[in-house]
Structure formats: structure tokens, C-alpha cells
């Protein structure tokens, strides 16, 4: 059974890829062709964003080390809760193995296993926890070796676990790290449906099936409570199973949900998470996509009836095209992705929401977000066009000049004035950079099929059986 499981996963594996690759080629053909980039630019090309990644890097540590994250205007450290979690230093450190920075990478692995203390009276958002604590840890783990990464892992999910003692097995979204006690009974999709990745490794890892079970349960009863039309909503009631928000689409509150159907059956070969994905995407497909001219996008509808409710995408949605390339369907990945880089062309940096018919701001802020960058490196992993280079290149362009402050980086509070705000949050190390770096880096810096990366850019390997 188990080596017929693994065969299942490789094959699986393998058809997508080369599904990809095919429908890939067909794109690349037709589409205008760019200037190639030969090893000695894309060298050069990561040279660049590892160095600028070091600028954020020595910002932070010289200013909030030890702490969640920098302000980088203010120049202060800022802690989430009042007290640190680490969660800056945790969420960079594969990143810093990953770009061969060892000192760095030595001394935040060092600092994470001599001081994060788990042991606090804080209601922390399980979600975030999850993907970036929970996520990073298992990663570092399984990039540096160090049990005590592993140790630190295996204690957070046990203390996280009491979230999902709801009478409908969906997580509440605040959890007393110390209590166990919970708050929050109304979460959305993204915070309760993305947590199988991360809890699945750890229950491979350690042996203990109830991380597993607990992470796929939440899932499956939000998949449970999806409408006739095969849709969910916005915001549910863990209490009693029911909608509050009717609103369906792929961006924030939902988002990631979709991406841990389709990963739960690539990294587990979890055939009911592979079974959800499909029926999953098909109706985001009929319902949620929009053609508009000759463009793709994904937008706004009613769970009941699948109405159109709203043209809008954003930054948050601009995630799709990765996992439309991850589940084979390079065709529709590429169109999405032009859609994307024409949002982020329109003021030179990418807006956090667009009304794609219209083409007016909705929400003028850039939180220095990765999705973008992410379905960049998936795209190109897959079709090996160097359009994907390019785009690349021009998006780090834009993103240095507008983002870059003397000592770090720093959010925008508008991309059509380009005035920046006082906050740089960890995902910059964990995912824009470190799909900046990949895009450019030789495949070899982290061979892409050997790994699954949780939505926040941590690569989960498959060791186990
Ligand atoms: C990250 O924390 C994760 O990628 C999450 O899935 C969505 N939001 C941020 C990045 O934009």
C-alpha cells in the first residue's frame, strides 16, 4: 500500500509537469517572443537580489533583532503580540540557506533555538502562526538538519491544537499559546483551510496522526459546506457551519484554501484532497473566471447563485497562476499572469486591488506582497520562456526603486504616489525575495520538483514514506 501511495505521487507528479510543459511550449510559441537571458545575466540578476535582500537583512537586525519585525521608517522593532515570537527570524532562515548565506544563516539558527520560548500568554492568530512559525521551523528543520527546529515545531502544534475543538472541527482563529483557550468563532477559508501542508509535515515528521487529521477535518468541512454550485464564502461560523459572508472569490479570506486542496494531494497523495481540488477549480473556472476582450481574470460571485458580484483582483489573487501552473493548466496560468503584470504596469508597482474593467484603484497600497513574483518562477519553471525572465526583471526593477529605504525596505502606502509606510513584514525574506532569488538562481539552489512550498514560501520536503 505504501509504496503503491508513493508511486501515485511521483506519477501524479509527473503527468502535471509534463502537461505543463507541453501546454507551456504551445504559449511560447505564440506568444511574442523576449530576449532571451543567458547564465552570466541570470548570475548577475541574483547576485542583485540576494544583495538587496542583505540591505532588509542588516536593517533588521541592526535595528529589531531578536524581535517580529522591523519598521523600517521608524526604525523600531515591532512584535505582534507585545512579545517577540521570532517571527521574522524563524520566516528567513531558509531563505538565508537557501542564498548561501551561511554566517547569517548559522547565527538566526543559533538565536531561534536559544530563545524562542513558546511558553506565553498571548491569543495568537492561528493562521499566521501556522504559516509562518510552524511553516519556517519545519523548513529550517529539514534544511539545516537541527532537531531542536523539529522540537520547537512539534511543541507549537500541540499548542496550537485546542483551535480546532469547535463543534464543526473548523478552527477557531485565536489560540492562548500558554491557555489553550480560543476566540474568534467567525474565520474565513485561507486562515482555516491552510494548515494541512504544515500540520501534515509535522504529524510525518513526529510520528503523531492527530496533526493530521485535525488540519484535513478543517478543510474538509469547509469543502462540506460549499454551495450547490460548488462555491464557499467568505466568512463561516465554526459554531454552527454557517456562512456570514456569501462573497466567493480567490483573494483575501480565501485564497490559499484552493492552494492547499491541490498541494494536500500532491505532497500526501491525499486522494480526497485531489478529488476537492478538481471539483474546487472547475467551478472557480466557470464561475469566478471573466473573460474580458481577450484577457483573463479572476473575479467576484455570489456562493448561491454564482452572479457576478464584482470585477476586482488583486495582489492576493495574483497567487493563482502558480497554481494553475502546479495543477497543469499552463494555458490558463499564462493568460492570469499577463493580467497581473498589466495591474502591475498600470502605476509601475503592483496594486493591492484593480477593477479590471474599468482599470480604476480599488485599494492603492503594496504591502511588498510576493504573489506576483511567485507565479513568475512557477511560470517559468514550467514553459522555460524567458518572458518570465524579463517580467522578472523588470518587477525587481520597479520594486528596488520604489521600495528600497537607506537601511531595509519599506511597504507603500500608495503605489500611484509611491508614499511609503512604516512596515515591512516578514514575508518579505520568507517569499518575495526568495522568488526573486529562484527565479534567477540556478535550479539547483532548490530543485523545484523535490519540494512543495506552504503559502508562505517555506519548501517542505517529502522524506517519509
Ligand atoms: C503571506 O503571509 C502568505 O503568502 C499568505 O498566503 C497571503 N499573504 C501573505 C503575502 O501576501
Redesign the pocket.
Given at each position: 500500500m505504501r509504496v503503491f501511495r508513493m508511486r501515485g505521487f511521483r506519477t501524479a507528479i509527473l503527468l502535471l509537469s509534463i502537461t505543463a510543459w507541453a501546454a507551456g511550449q504551445v504559449g511560447a510559441a505564440a506568444a511574442q517572443k523576449s530576449a532571451a537571458m543567458g547564465s552570466r545575466e541570470r548570475a548577475r540578476m541574483a547576485g542583485r537580489v540576494r544583495s538587496e535582500f542583505l540591505h532588509a537583512w542588516r536593517g533588521y537586525r541592526k535595528y529589531a533583532w531578536g524581535h517580529d519585525d522591523l519598521r523600517p521608517l521608524s526604525k523600531a522593532p515591532h512584535d505582534w503580540y507585545g512579545q517577540t515570537l521570532l517571527l521574522t527570524q524563524v520566516d528567513a532562515l531558509d531563505t538565508l540557506v537557501i542564498m548561501g548565506l551561511r554566517a547569517e544563516a548559522e547565527e538566526t539558527r543559533a538565536y531561534i533555538v536559544a530563545n524562542l520560548s513558546l511558553d506565553r500568554d498571548v491569543y495568537v492568530k492561528n493562521f499566521?502562526i501556522v504559516?509562518?512559525l510552524l511553516g519556517g521551523l519545519l523548513s529550517g528543520y529539514q534544511l539545516t538538519g537541527d532537531r531542536r527546529l523539529l522540537a520547537l515545531a512539534e511543541d507549537l502544534g500541540a499548542r496550537l491544537l485546542p483551535a480546532f475543538e469547535s463543534p464543526t472541527g473548523i478552527p477557531y482563529r485565536y489560540v492562548n499559546l500558554k491557555t489553550g483557550r480560543v476566540r474568534g468563532s467567525v474565520t474565513n477559508p485561507?486562515e482555516a483551510g491552510?494548515l494541512l501542508v504544515e500540520f501534515g509535515t509535522l504529524a510525518r515528521l513526529t510520528g503523531r496522526q492527530v496533526f493530521y487529521d485535525k488540519a484535513k477535518r478543517a478543510l474538509v468541512e469547509l469543502y462540506r459546506r460549499r454551495s450547490p454550485v460548488g462555491l464557499v464564502g467568505q466568512r463561516i461560523d465554526v459554531e454552527t457551519g454557517r456562512w456570514t459572508h456569501t462573497d466567493s472569490h480567490l483573494s483575501?479570506e480565501i485564497?490559499?484554501y484552493y492552494?492547499y486542496l491541490l498541494k494536500g494531494w500532491l505532497l500526501f497523495g491525499d486522494g480526497d484532497c485531489r478529488r476537492m481540488w478538481r471539483e474546487s477549480v472547475a467551478a472557480a473556472n466557470k464561475y469566478l473566471a471573466d473573460e474580458v476582450g481577450t484577457e483573463l481574470w479572476y473575479g467576484h460571485a455570489d456562493m448561491w447563485t454564482g452572479r457576478r458580484a464584482a470585477t476586482t483582483y488583486g495582489?492576493?489573487d495574483a497567487?493563482v497562476p502558480a497554481v494553475l501552473a502546479l495543477s497543469g493548466d499552463t494555458g490558463r496560468a499564462r493568460r492570469l499572469q499577463a493580467s497581473s503584470f498589466k495591474m502591475w504596469n498600470r502605476h509601475g508597482i503592483e496594486l493591492e486591488e484593480i477593477n479590471y474593467r474599468t482599470m480604476e484603484v480599488g485599494d492603492a497600497g503594496y504591502?511588498?506582497?510576493?504573489?506576483i513574483v511567485?507565479s513568475t518562477y512557477y511560470l517559468y519553471h514550467f514553459t522555460r520562456d524567458p518572458e518570465y525572465l524579463r517580467m522578472g526583471e523588470s518587477m525587481f526593477d520597479d520594486f528596488v526603486k520604489h521600495c528600497k529605504t537607506d537601511e531595509a525596505y519599506a511597504s507603500l502606502k500608495s503605489v500611484v504616489t509611491k508614499e511609503k509606510a512604516d512596515s515591512m513584514?516578514?514575508?518579505l525574506f520568507?517569499?518575495?525575495f526568495k522568488y526573486f532569488y529562484l527565479l534567477f538562481a540556478p535550479p539547483s539552489a532548490l530543485p523545484f520538483e523535490q519540494v512543495i512550498f506552504n503559502?508562505?514560501?517555506h519548501p517542505v520536503r517529502r522524506t517519509w514514506r
Amino acid at each position: 500500500m505504501r509504496v503503491f501511495r508513493m508511486r501515485g505521487f511521483r506519477t501524479a507528479i509527473l503527468l502535471l509537469s509534463i502537461t505543463a510543459w507541453a501546454a507551456g511550449q504551445v504559449g511560447a510559441a505564440a506568444a511574442q517572443k523576449s530576449a532571451a537571458m543567458g547564465s552570466r545575466e541570470r548570475a548577475r540578476m541574483a547576485g542583485r537580489v540576494r544583495s538587496e535582500f542583505l540591505h532588509a537583512w542588516r536593517g533588521y537586525r541592526k535595528y529589531a533583532w531578536g524581535h517580529d519585525d522591523l519598521r523600517p521608517l521608524s526604525k523600531a522593532p515591532h512584535d505582534w503580540y507585545g512579545q517577540t515570537l521570532l517571527l521574522t527570524q524563524v520566516d528567513a532562515l531558509d531563505t538565508l540557506v537557501i542564498m548561501g548565506l551561511r554566517a547569517e544563516a548559522e547565527e538566526t539558527r543559533a538565536y531561534i533555538v536559544a530563545n524562542l520560548s513558546l511558553d506565553r500568554d498571548v491569543y495568537v492568530k492561528n493562521f499566521e502562526i501556522v504559516i509562518r512559525l510552524l511553516g519556517g521551523l519545519l523548513s529550517g528543520y529539514q534544511l539545516t538538519g537541527d532537531r531542536r527546529l523539529l522540537a520547537l515545531a512539534e511543541d507549537l502544534g500541540a499548542r496550537l491544537l485546542p483551535a480546532f475543538e469547535s463543534p464543526t472541527g473548523i478552527p477557531y482563529r485565536y489560540v492562548n499559546l500558554k491557555t489553550g483557550r480560543v476566540r474568534g468563532s467567525v474565520t474565513n477559508p485561507a486562515e482555516a483551510g491552510t494548515l494541512l501542508v504544515e500540520f501534515g509535515t509535522l504529524a510525518r515528521l513526529t510520528g503523531r496522526q492527530v496533526f493530521y487529521d485535525k488540519a484535513k477535518r478543517a478543510l474538509v468541512e469547509l469543502y462540506r459546506r460549499r454551495s450547490p454550485v460548488g462555491l464557499v464564502g467568505q466568512r463561516i461560523d465554526v459554531e454552527t457551519g454557517r456562512w456570514t459572508h456569501t462573497d466567493s472569490h480567490l483573494s483575501a479570506e480565501i485564497d490559499s484554501y484552493y492552494e492547499y486542496l491541490l498541494k494536500g494531494w500532491l505532497l500526501f497523495g491525499d486522494g480526497d484532497c485531489r478529488r476537492m481540488w478538481r471539483e474546487s477549480v472547475a467551478a472557480a473556472n466557470k464561475y469566478l473566471a471573466d473573460e474580458v476582450g481577450t484577457e483573463l481574470w479572476y473575479g467576484h460571485a455570489d456562493m448561491w447563485t454564482g452572479r457576478r458580484a464584482a470585477t476586482t483582483y488583486g495582489a492576493l489573487d495574483a497567487f493563482v497562476p502558480a497554481v494553475l501552473a502546479l495543477s497543469g493548466d499552463t494555458g490558463r496560468a499564462r493568460r492570469l499572469q499577463a493580467s497581473s503584470f498589466k495591474m502591475w504596469n498600470r502605476h509601475g508597482i503592483e496594486l493591492e486591488e484593480i477593477n479590471y474593467r474599468t482599470m480604476e484603484v480599488g485599494d492603492a497600497g503594496y504591502p511588498l506582497r510576493p504573489e506576483i513574483v511567485e507565479s513568475t518562477y512557477y511560470l517559468y519553471h514550467f514553459t522555460r520562456d524567458p518572458e518570465y525572465l524579463r517580467m522578472g526583471e523588470s518587477m525587481f526593477d520597479d520594486f528596488v526603486k520604489h521600495c528600497k529605504t537607506d537601511e531595509a525596505y519599506a511597504s507603500l502606502k500608495s503605489v500611484v504616489t509611491k508614499e511609503k509606510a512604516d512596515s515591512m513584514e516578514s514575508f518579505l525574506f520568507a517569499e518575495t525575495f526568495k522568488y526573486f532569488y529562484l527565479l534567477f538562481a540556478p535550479p539547483s539552489a532548490l530543485p523545484f520538483e523535490q519540494v512543495i512550498f506552504n503559502t508562505e514560501a517555506h519548501p517542505v520536503r517529502r522524506t517519509w514514506r
